[in-house]
Every structure is written in C-alpha cells, then in structure tokens.
C-alpha cells in the first residue's frame, strides 16, 4: 500500500484560536492552564481532521504555541543566558521571553525561514555554549496523541539544519564542534521517543536543498553515522523541501535513515535521479505531489503518473505521497470561504483540501485510477477551466508589459545630483526622524471597518472616522517633533491586502489566515489573473494628511515583489511576469503621488530578500528581475521626489549589489535585534545612498530607553556619514499598543537630538 503522509498542519486553527489564545495569554486574561489545554484541543482536532482525510501516516510535535525552531531550541537547553533567569529552565516564561523579550532581555533575532514569509527565532551560539535535553514537549505531544487513539510520528529539526541556522556570538565557532555537542542530545530524544513506543520520525533537513559547504557535507555524515546506532527501531526519515537536493542528492540517499521525502513541486526534474537513488540504496521514497505553499488545486492526472512512476520502480510499500512541505504555509479550509464565487474555489485547495488529495493519491496509486475516477474527472474538469476562463488573460495589460524599455527603469539624475536637490528642498535637519509607515489599529479603527464591510457605516462615515484617526497620528507627530510624517495607515487593513483589493487580477479570502510569526497571521491575496490598477489607491488619504500639517507628509505603498511574495500567485506563468505587472500598476500610483505634491514617497519591499533563490546559481536572474520591477515602479518621478524603500530582516551581504541597483534615496532597515550587526554589509559594500537603521524592535512590547537608541546611533555613526543616517523603528507600528508607541517613539525623538547635540560639539 502506498502511504498517505502528512508532514504538518497549519497550527494556529481555521479561525485563529491560536492567535487570540495566546494574545489572552500575554494580556493576563488567560491563565497558563487554560492556555495548555487550549494547545491540546486544537491538536486532537488537527489530528482527527487528518485521520478523517485518509492520512495514514499522522505527524505531531508540528504544533508550536510560537515557533518550531524555537521549540527545537528550547528542547535542546540553548537559551540564551539573558533569558534564564526570567524562570525555570523549560518554562513558558522563559520561552516567550525568547520570543518577545522581557524587562531586562531583548528578544532573540528573527529572520525568514528559507525562502518564506514566515520568521523563525534564530539560535545563539554563545561563549561556553552547552546543549542539554531541557524540555519533554516532543515526548508529552506524542503521548498525548497514542493516549487520544492516533498513531503518530513525532517531527524534529535536524541537527545540521538547526546548527546552520543559528547565529554564533561568540569568534572561533566551528559548525562541527556544534554538530558534535548536538548530536548526543539528539540521541538522547531519540532513544526515549523509542521508549515511548515511536516507530517513525520525521527530521527535518531543508538545508540539504542549499548549497553546502565541505564542512556542513562532513557534518550531515557524522551526525548520521552516530544518530542511525540509536534510531533503528524508530525508522527515521528526512524530510527535504523548498527545493531540489541537487548535488547533495549522493550525499542525502548515503545517510543511514529510513526513507527520504523530497519537494516535487518546486523540483520535479529531481524525481527520476531519485527514484534511481532510492532504488540503489533501498530507501523509502516520500514524494511531495501537493503543494505546500499556494492555493491552487493539485492536477491529480499529472501527480498520479508520478506515484505510478515511482510504485512501479520501488514498490508500492517503499512510496508515500505528501504534500511539498509543511502545510504551516497554507489556509486551512476553503469549505470556510461562502463569499469567493464557484469558479475560483473551483481552481483552489486550502490544507483541508489538500490532505484529500494526498489520500486520493495514495488510494489512486494502490488500487487503481478506476479507485479515484470521478475525483480525476473532476480535476480534470478544473484544470481546463482555469486555462480556457477569460477573467485571467487581458491583453492590454500583456501589450504594456511587452512595451516596457530600458529607459523606463532609470532616474533622470544620479544619487548624488538628486540628494543636493533633495536636501535644499526639504531643509531637514541632521538624523532626520521618521516612521516606517503604520500606527497602532486601534479597536475603533477595526470596529469601523467591520461595520463599513457590514454596511452598517456608509462612505461617507467610514471616510470621516479614518480622516479623524489619520489627524489623531499627524497632531502626535508633530507634538513629539517627528520630522517627516506619515498618515498612519488606518483605512489599511494589510500591506499587501489593501492595494490587491483594489487591483484587477486579485481576489480575497475571509479566512484564509496564514502564520508569519508568532501570534501574527496574514492574509494573503489570492493573484489568479493579469494585473492592472483601475483607479488612485493611496492619494486621496495622503493628499488629506498632507493638507492638515506643513511638515513633509510620506506617501506609503507596498512594492511590486513584495506584493507578489506575500501573495498566493498564479503558477500559469512565469513569477517575473507576474512581478512586472505589478510594478506597472504601482508605477502608475507612484506617478499620481507626485501629481499630487507629495514629495517623499516609500515604496516598501521587505520580501525581496525572501524571495531570493535557494542556490546561489539562480540569483542573477531573480535579482535581475527583481530589481528591474522595483526601478521601473520608482523610475517615474523627478529628481527633487526623494523615493525611499524598506526591507525587513534579511542577510544583507548576498544582495547588497542588488539593494545598491535599487538606487532608492533612502532605506530602511531592521537592524536593532542584530545591534546594527546587519549594517556591515553597507558599510563594506561603501552604500552610497542614505540608511535608516532601525534604532528599537517593534516586534516586542518591550520600551527601549534613549540610552539604548543613542548607542545604536552612536554604532551607526561610526560607520556611516551623519548625512547619511535617518532614524526610524524597526518596522511599521501596527501590531503595537499605544502606550508603548507614544514612549518609544519620544525616546527615538530624543535619541535624535541628542546625536544632533553631539554633532554640534564635536564640530565647534
């Protein structure tokens, strides 16, 4: 029999029971029993939702109430040393103390999960580092499942992958010292999930769809070698995804495990030498037919023939079929969504759905295409009506994309010509101070906008109770002496949500949620057709902010790849096309910002870090593109309209060429988790443009003092020019209160002038 397995369920729940249990849970409004057995509920109905699909083979220990690298941290006692004295080693007070941080320990750093919109907490190696088994989560979770009736199999990061994904504080660190004081850890999880009567587990190894070093190839075989004495009897298997193995392929099918599971959908090249490799070496083979990362239906004819191929070379008892990775990328139930019409729910499946097609695969495979022929029919049937409809193709937008020219992608000056024009227009002063876009949603803004869906607030009160909040957040700015402004972002629901409602091409979910990090989900538009931009977006909200205050308002909208990164996006063309669609329609909104006098305008593009390849050898086109989309969104304007970007936290170093190309007046960037550390790329890069490092977290509740910001400056200023520096938050200000806002952005106002004060003396 082939086997249907699962490699992870979206775990915040279909209507984020997650999110608003653990949010209770930080406010004191919910005690920490009721927020374990809020966990255990939605695990046993996660568990039944897939045994009820057909899934035979059931994971646990997916779950997580943050984050799973951090679950894998904790599990193995790497806490950092400013976080263990908060509580008890293994505590949840500890725990999110690492997340979010607490009185007198910032928060551990996040970064993106591969190629993903989703952050994980990133591991800190410091000095005299120790590895410790410190927590039994993995083992309660997997209890808890035999004692509830389902046979599962627990799921853990992989020892490299963790080790490569964590961050040294300390000089000298060696990948392989880490991976050999992890290794007997591991071993000692192993061997107690043994104990407890597992018989499969899944390790997570997606750093074997990187390029890896000698030393990182070294260290997944002596790993292997001493975790595979241990593991006989639990039948380990490596799961990869987010891309092909590649050149690691020999090296991934040589270790001593079970089975492999590899991404099918992102690399389908890759089947015939696995097949061949998993032959050679006797493996199972876990193949990843449905995708883990988009919402489109799978093509069950095409996915069959795959299984057929496979069983017929291995065996039917060697294949299983699975999903590309985990479904922590995906909504959870499409049945949920009554308001998107028959035709696009026709082309979708959310996680619920998906699990169904993983069974139908794994029975089609086993007992025959007449096992599964009306549900081949059916699917059949979608595939051609998403070709054939007419709501995907619009030939004007085809046509403007073809006409685009090299012309189009440049500014008329250079940086510099533009930046003495600049500076004479604005007449800012020194650190100019500035936010990165979004205020706090306060429940009144919320409260309006779900009555204004409802139809119970008409336009003309909607627009009145956003005008009121949008002059609320201008008279605070100018109270505090914040040099340029922005409106706020009320009548925003999301950064990417707002301007796709008001594209063609797009369409919405009501609850299709999907985990960034945390308790904060998304919502990702659903990008099924060509893209145009019928009408102004975003000026009459920034033309009114502008006509209540003389100070310099910033007009704020998202870029074009990030607006297709954190969407679900067509796979019926290439993403590059898709990307310069947007970038027309941004371009023309860029365009009427500056009819309109405004004068500094931010295009926002934190997902072109995310969205770089996983192999290095296809950079050059991405970025090439990439880039390409940005310049021809910003490339309209005159040189005296400064254009500024934002990226959120990324590994500046690989794509400090590319930010460079960019050619935006100003950046901004997340660099007070790292201490400025991300800031070295600019400075080695010598990045001729100007910097706003972010001088507080936003991520965390936590208040940084002005000493603390002075010295992020004071970091920043030893490496760049003062004319170079803006002083800004780590990101937008949404998810925040305002209690905390109001205090931390009054201290990054006095850290400002007190680097403005220093520069004075130092010049007399």
């Known amino acids: 029999m082939i086997t249907a397995l699962n490699l992870g369920v979206p775990r915040v729940g279909a209507q984020r029971e997650l999110k608003k249990t653990v949010e209770a849970y930080w406010q004191g409004k919910l005690g920490q029993k009721e927020l374990l057995q809020a966990g255990a509920a939605l695990r046993r109905r996660h568990w039944q939702m897939q045994k009820d699909a057909g899934i035979h083979a059931v994971p646990c220990n997916d779950f997580s109430f943050y984050d799973q690298v951090l679950d894998m ?234 299984v057929e191929k496979a069983a017929a ?129 306060t429940p009144e803004i919320r409260e309006a906008r779900a009555q204004h869906k409802k139809g119970a607030l008409n336009d003309a009160g909607y627009e009145a109770a956003m005008k009121k909040e949008i002059a609320s957040v201008v008279r605070y700015q100018e109270e505090i002496g914040m040099d340029v402004l922005v409106h706020g972002e009320a009548e925003r629901n999301d950064m990417v949500e707002y301007f796709g409602e008001q594209l063609k091409g797009y369409a919405f979910s009501k609850n299709g949620w999907v985990q960034s990090y945390g308790s904060r989900c998304v919502k990702p538009p659903l990008l099924f057709g060509d893209v145009s931009r019928p009408k102004p977006m975003t000026v009459p909200w920034t033309q009114y902010a502008q006509s209540i205050t003389p100070k310099i308002m910033k007009g704020m909208l998202t870029g074009p790849v990030t607006m297709l990164q954190w969407s679900f996006v067509r796979d019926d063309q290439p993403r590059s096309e898709t990307c310069k669609q947007l970038a027309l329609a941004i371009r023309d909104e860029v365009a009427d910002l500056e009819k309109a006098g405004i004068r500094i305008i931010q295009i926002d593009e934190p997902a072109i870090r995310e969205g770089l390849p996983l192999r290095k050898a296809e950079w050059k086109a991405y970025l090439k593109w990439a880039v390409d989309a940005f310049r021809l969104t910003a490339c309209t304007v005159e040189d005296k309209t400064q254009i500024h970007t934002h990226m959120c936290y990324s590994e500046f170093n690989d794509i400090i060429e590319a930010v460079g190309a960019m050619d935006a007046d100003v950046i901004s960037i997340e660099t007070s988790r790292s201490q400025m550390e991300l800031l070295d790329a600019f400075v080695n890069y010598k990045y001729p443009n100007e910097i706003g490092p972010g001088v507080y977290d936003i991520h965390s509740p936590r208040v940084p003092s002005v000493e603390e910001m002075t010295v992020l400056l004071e970091k920043a200023r030893a490496v760049l020019k003062p ?35 220093r520069e004075k003396r130092a010049a007399a």
């Open 73 to 306: 941290a904790a599990l193995l006692g790497c806490v950092p040393k400013r976080h263990r004295a908060v509580g008890a080693p293994g505590s949840l007070e500890v725990y999110f103390s690492m997340a979010r941080g607490s009185k007198d320990a910032p928060a551990m750093e996040m970064t993106k999960w591969f190629d993903t919109n989703y952050h994980y907490l990133v591991p800190e190696f410091e000095e005299g580092q120790e590895f410790k088994l410190s927590g039994s989560k993995v083992f309660d979770e997997f209890q808890e499942s035999r004692k509830a009736g389902f046979n599962t199999f627990p799921v853990l990061i992989g020892p490299v992958t963790f080790a490569l994904l964590g961050k040294a504080k300390v000089s000298g660190w060696s990948l392989k010292d880490t991976v050999a004081r992890l290794v007997p850890v591991y071993e000692q999880i192993l061997q107690k999930l043994a104990e407890l009567g597992a018989d499969w587990i899944q390790i997570d190894e997606p750093c074997l769809v990187t390029d890896l070093s000698e030393e990182a190839r070294a260290a997944y075989k002596t790993a292997y070698e001493k975790l595979g004495k241990v593991s006989a009897k639990l039948n380990p298997f490596i799961a990869t995804y987010f891309g092909a193995l590649g050149d690691n392929l020999d090296l991934a099918f040589s270790l001593p495990v079970a089975a492999l599971h590899v991404d099918l959908v992102r690399a389908p090249q890759q089947l015939e030498a696995c097949i061949a490799a998993a032959a050679k070496t006797g493996k199972k083979l876990g193949l990843g037919l449905v995708d883990g990362r988009n919402i489109w239906r799978n093509d069950l004819s095409v996915s069959l023939a795959v």
């Open 313 to 441: 070379k291995l065996g039917a008892e060697n294949v299983a079929v699975g999903p590309s990775c985990s479904l922590l990328h995906t909504p959870m139930d499409l049945d949920l969504e009554t308001e998107l019409d028959a035709e696009l729910k026709g082309w979708m499946a959310f996680a619920k759905q998906k699990l169904a097609e993983i069974a139908l695969l794994a029975k089609g495979g086993t007992q025959g295409r007449n096992a599964i022929a009306a549900e081949l029919k059916a699917s059949d049937a979608a595939q051609v009506s998403r070709k054939a409809s007419k709501r995907i193709h619009d030939p004007a937008v085809k046509q403007r994309s073809v006409a685009v020219t090299d012309k189009m992608l440049n500014r008329h000056s250079g940086f510099a010509q533009r930046a003495q024009l600049q500076r004479g227009a604005f007449k800012l002063p020194a650190y100019p101070t500035t936010s990165i876009g979004s205020f706090p949603q």
């Open 723 to 757: 004319e170079q520096i803006w002083v800004n938050p780590d990101c937008g200000l949404k998810t925040r209160g305002w209690p905390e806002v109001k205090a931390a952005l009054q201290n990054m106002v006095q850290a400002a002038r007190l680097m403005r004060e």
